[in-house]
Antibody, heavy 117, light 107 residues
Framework: QLQESGPGLVKPSETVSLTCTVSGDSFSTYYWSWIRQAPGKGLEWIGNIYYSGSTKYNPSLKSRVTISVDTSKSQFYLKLSSVTAADTAVYFC?????????????WGQGTTVIVSS | DIQLTQSPSFLSTSVGDSVTITCRASQDIRSYLAWYQQKPGKAPKLLIYVASTLQSGVPPRFSGSGSGTEFTLTISSLQPEDFATYYCHQLNSYPQTFGQGTKVEIK
């Protein structure tokens, strides 16, 4: 139901752009999150977006992150600027329910981003 | 940010055993805690949400409890497919945060 896509390899200092395509869901019912996982490490929440365009970001990345949405395509996007080797990770998108029963219950399979010259 | 501390970080155990993983939050997160299972190369899979609600399709040997700052995930009678890494996740406030993970391995 969620499918990430992206360039795979990015050079240091560049901007990486990822897309998450949502299928089979009511796009306007949920929030949509990006999460990443560096090799051998734990999970880090990057930020989320509502269909209206309202966003929340992790302060640790806020200066470099932009999340946007295109409801006509049922897609949302992540742009991460000025990347370094520390941004090498698997990037997941997930459905983020913010009602009373809060949870991330649907995840994409993840897309790997490697930052290297 | 709310810090989540899982214990233990590593468990070596056997098929059929019961295990309990604890997640402690640095602040009150009410019941907005979820548990995920992750296997190598795969996305996390939701097991439990709002501390104790079993996700549809998840076997009842998985259970969760707690509120406030202390939570537990219990797996009764471990099955071979349960050997994985488990993460807790708080959705009470932004930024959302995850525990560091607990790896459950076969003894």
């Amino acid at each position: 139901q969620l499918q990430e896509s992206g360039p795979g390899l990015v050079k240091p200092s560049e901007t990486v752009s990822l897309t998450c395509t949502v299928s089979g869901d009511s796009f306007s019912t949920y929030y949509w999150s990006w999460i990443r996982q560096a090799p051998g490490k734990g999970l880090e929440w990057i930020g989320n977006i509502y269909y209206s365009g309202s966003t929340k970001y992790n302060p640790s990345l806020k200066s470099r992150v932009t999340i946007s949405v295109d409801t006509s395509k049922s897609q949302f996007y992540l742009k991460l600027s000025s990347v370094t080797a520390a941004d090498t990770a698997v990037y997941f998108c997930a459905r983020d329910t913010r009602s009373g029963m809060r949870r991330m219950d649907v995840w994409g399979q993840g897309t790997t981003v490697i930052v290297s010259s | 940010d709310i810090q989540l501390t899982q214990s233990p970080s590593f468990l070596s155990t056997s098929v059929g055993d019961s295990v309990t993983i604890t997640c402690r939050a640095s602040q009150d997160i009410r019941s907005y805690l979820a548990w995920y299972q992750q296997k190598p190369g795969k996305a996390p899979k939701l097991l439990i949400y709002v501390a104790s609600t079993l996700q549809s399709g998840v076997p009842p040997r998985f259970s969760g409890s707690g509120s406030g700052t202390e939570f537990t995930l219990t797996i009764s009678s471990l099955q071979p497919e349960d050997f994985a890494t488990y993460y807790c996740h708080q959705l009470n406030s932004y930024p959302q945060t995850f525990g560091q993970g607990t790896k459950v391995e076969i003894k």
